[in-house]
């Protein structure tokens, strides 16, 4: 398979997207406690911002500002910026309401490690069906 | 009154919004009324909308005057306009549910914050429903998940369980979201447009497969871990049977099908069923997992103890269908699942709302609890058996009219393992059905508790969704000629 080296520096934004995507995705999964479970989410999303703003950028662009002089520079598109400050804004939100969750989750089970949890689940599971 | 009609579409979003924002700051009582009344008024707004309507449709209604494909549309047609009255009605029940026997389920300071959520709720999954705008659905998937979360974590305050719940469904819930945005993004990167109409009109002109191919494939697997596709349900049952009543009345009976509805939306309306990732992915992801859906959530049911746990398995295992009839991709076939959605939405809140009505005369949420409810509380058992009935698919109800058409379409698209699939999915509930019925209504239960008696705001609306469910599954000729015709016409959106 050819790799042509030039089209893949062109796309280095993209594949750190994916790079960032895949640990964050690994992190949410993997990690024994319910923060860092958060915060793998929260690399997840960050990167998808990283994929909408250089996904805007144009090469050479500056802000989308008219000048006084009525000139009309070279510009990067400012949507998916625009769209990323509620994306940012969502993303906040969830985490906001995750990290609530886990701070009742350690005032009722004692414990914000996954196994803990998941092992005081397994044993109301079993009271719960007797 | 015609100004009123006119902004309706903005009207029932806007409303249940601000009615959350004053609910959360008013006692108890008081937000549980403002979301009852909310809800209500919503509700006459959408059926409202619906009859000054007819004929016009569709209609697009542009924010702030800014005209599409720049500004931020809503876009009501004969396809979304049934979901839209099917939500509002549901969170009209769910909303009158938290003043009559929900009313216990969140109490203290929690207590004007659950009215609040479920408005909150009930304005956002009209928003999936009703928006043009592809970015504007990732915003209103998420205010309707946000809210969710909180919901379903208020079933914490009783059993500890929910709040665990809860944070695995906001774990999903954020990743599908997330998949659903970045799918977004590609098709902005191919179109250069977020309007679903100009992205369908831009593809046609300048097709670009690969970012296609990408794109869906994001936006499938979002939009399918928000409605609780097998295998990505694992969210799901945990959620709804641990969350408040009032909650799951509304989460199951309405937040899946949004998800659904959107996802057809995309994939017919703006892909197109020709087009071949939409082909390869509904009948190489789509089928079998909806197969195995319908298989496993109907087996997980018959095994659970608990009742809520053993409705929100076959909620599972209705969500199969669902996407095993999406895969059909032909019309018959969607339009049975507009129909199939809609028998499980009044269903599910039926037997949600009557299950939590009759765990407060026992206090108890298994299946042996519902013994002797038929003698004890005839209205709400009424209720009950009529939803199982339907979850069943016996005939005279909606259920059976959605699993007949179903499986109808399968055949005439030639998928008889699909059909033989569907007609196992429909024997399965035989068994915790009819272990279900047997026990409200034949078997001896103990006598309710002196002084404990059912709420009227739980069991008229109820009651009125079983007679809907009764009432359209004998005359079901109008609900299925408006199902077709709507399918007909998202098919005719996406169509090359």
Redesign the interface.
Known sequence: MNVDLADLAARINNIAVVGLMMAGLFITFASGHLVKRLIGLSIFQTAIFVFFITMGKVTGGTAPILLPDERTPIYSNPLPSVLILTAIVVSVATLAVGLAIVVRIKEAYGSAETDDVAAADIALDADAQT | MNAILTHAPALFVVLPFVAAAIAALCPRHVAAWIAAITACLVLALTVGYEISTEGARPLIYAFGGFAPPAGITFRIDDFNIIPIILISAIGAVAALHTLGDGAHEASGSRGSLAPALLLLEIGALLGVASTGDA?NL??FL?VA??SA??LV?LG?DR???G??A??DY??FG??G??FY??GV?FL??STGSLNFADIAARLRVAPAPQLEAAAYGFLFTGLALKAAMFPLHGWLPRAYALAPSFATALLAGASGAAALLALARVTFGVFGDAHPMIVMVLQTLAAPLGAAAILWGGLRAIYA??ARLMLSFSAVAEAGFLFLGLSLGTQAALAAVLVKIIADGLGKTTLFVAAASARRLTSSTSVESWRGAFARQPAAAAALSIGLASTLGAPLTLGFVGKWLLVDAAIARGWIWAAVIMVIGSILPVIYVGRSLERVLFQPGPPAPEGVKASPFSIAPILLCAAALVITGVASAPLVDAAGSAAAELMAEGAR
């Open positions: 970015f990732f915003v998420e998940s946000v979360y909180g974590a914490g059993d500890k369980r709040f665990k809860a944070f906001l774990i954020a990743l979201a997330s945005v970045v993004g902005y990167m103890k608990d």
